[in-house]
């Protein structure tokens, strides 16, 4: 990017650039032939003075299936391809609880650190569709949340390399929100605490 662009306008640049790549990805499941391409899942991220929430929406068939998504193009070209295609036909109730067999061991390939610290995520409810056309992918909801340790130091987000490809969007903080673009197993930018959950965790201390 050209030199002398101001914070704000690289800012909006990149947060442009990630929602392109996200309605790219979403323009994938208009019609079969592209029914089994790999999307990259989003997540929008809200960080206060002492709180993480996080909405990631996926796939949740692969990743419950244990297919490597790194460098994967099309699930038809993984052997547990007939294992994503069975779970896709799954009812909701039926999905959902495959996934929290799974949880604990997902959960360990999730990094969210901040200050140096690794901070456990909790899963607070999965919202799965229901079945549709199953030639296409069905984007399910996953949210999550972590109590912060204390200070203002901010908070790195990555997951596993397997998980492919993963778009960060921090929500309620402005033209200064992080806006990511994470593949390979890569980890975010430093995503500040928003100034909302700082004031509201100096004014608790005075009181």
Not at 16 to 32: Q, Y
Request: charged share 25%; aromatic share 4%; proline share 4%.
């Amino acid at each position: 990017m050209a030199r002398g662009l101001s914070t704000a306008r690289r800012i909006a640049a990149c947060a442009v650039a990630a929602d392109l790549m996200v309605g790219l990805a979403a323009g994938l499941v208009g019609g079969s032939a592209m029914a089994h391409e790999v999307q990259p899942a989003t997540a929008d991220v809200v960080v206060t003075g002492d709180r993480l929430e996080m909405t990631v929406v996926l796939a949740l068939e692969p990743m419950v299936a244990g297919v490597d998504l790194a460098g994967l193009f099309d699930t038809n070209a993984s052997p547990l391809a007939g294992e994503v295609d069975r779970l896709r036909a799954l009812d909701p109730a039926a999905l959902q609880a495959a996934f929290l067999r799974d949880w604990e061991g997902l959960r360990e390939e999730i990094d969210l650190t901040t200050g140096g610290t690794r901070v456990a995520l909790q899963l607070d409810g999965v919202d799965v569709p229901e079945v549709g056309n199953v030639d296409l992918t069905r984007q399910s909801r996953v949210r999550l949340s972590a109590d912060l340790p204390d200070g203002d130091a901010p908070v790195t987000i990555g997951w596993a390399p397997r998980y492919g490809a993963l778009v960060i969007r921090q929500m309620e903080a402005g033209l200064d929100g992080y806006t990511g673009f994470l593949a390979d197993g890569a980890v975010s930018g430093p995503i500040a605490r928003s100034e909302r959950g700082v004031l509201e965790r100096m004014i608790e201390t005075l009181r």
